[in-house]
């Protein structure tokens, strides 16, 4: 990318910095900004949706749905076939919430709010922040015990060198079998070969 002459900033509308040349603006004084926070809630409510689709065959129901729009008999063939799309509750079920920032707070109360139990883990968490987070989110500090215990675990960190595949083969290796993985960050969070 070539940085013209007369740049001065380069502001970024969310939290993430890793698509904007850093190294090359910091050589040449250029400012470059984000603004952490400001899709928090947009987010958080594509992770709830995301949460939803991978618990129930949402997709699934809608293309079978109009594949059979013609049947004559759609409320019988319907009946039958419902089971195949009634997937499994979230009430009472386990998320791990892997950043406790902006948006893992958020999702963390939400999902509380709708009956899952919660665990969150964050080694950099704000006093702010934490100020923010549900009393019924249960912090843990080793996240193997996300990885052991949760039946979904979301993803809501930046993009770095420590983070790069962080969800990858080993760590996969600890979790429950049928856990779901939701990744509204970034993709290189997840090593997809290892998914």
């Known amino acids: 990318m070539e940085l013209l002459p ?15 040349p850093i190294d090359k603006c910091s050589e040449k004084g250029i400012v470059v900004f ?9 987010v958080k409510e594509l992770t709830i949706a995301g949460l939803l689709l991978a618990s129930r065959d949402i997709v ?25 799309f009634a997937g499994v509750e979230i009430m ?10 902006a948006i893992g707070i958020k ?10 139990n919660v665990m969150g883990y964050d080694p950099y968490i704000s006093v702010d922040a934490a100020w923010n987070l549900s009393r019924n989110v ?18 809501h960190v930046p993009l770095n060198a420590e983070t790069k595949n962080f969800i990858n083969k080993e760590t996969l290796a600890k979790c429950k079998d049928g856990v779901r993985i939701l990744n509204f960050s970034r993709a290189g969070l997840v090593n997809s070969a290892d998914m």
């Open 6 to 20: 007369a740049l001065k900033g380069v502001a970024r509308a969310g939290a993430g910095t890793n698509n904007i």
């Open 34 to 42: 984000n603004t952490p926070g400001a899709n928090a809630n947009a």
């Open 60 to 84: 699934g129901g809608i293309n079978w749905v109009a594949a059979n729009k013609d049947d004559e008999n759609i409320a019988k063939t319907a009946e039958k076939e419902k089971k195949n």
């Open 92 to 101: 009472g079920k386990t998320l791990g919430v892997i950043g406790l920032g």
């Open 107 to 116: 999702v963390a109360n939400a999902a509380e709010r709708l009956g899952m």
């Open 138 to 155: 249960k912090h843990v500090t080793d996240l193997d015990e996300i990885y052991s215990q949760c039946d979904y675990i979301t993803i």
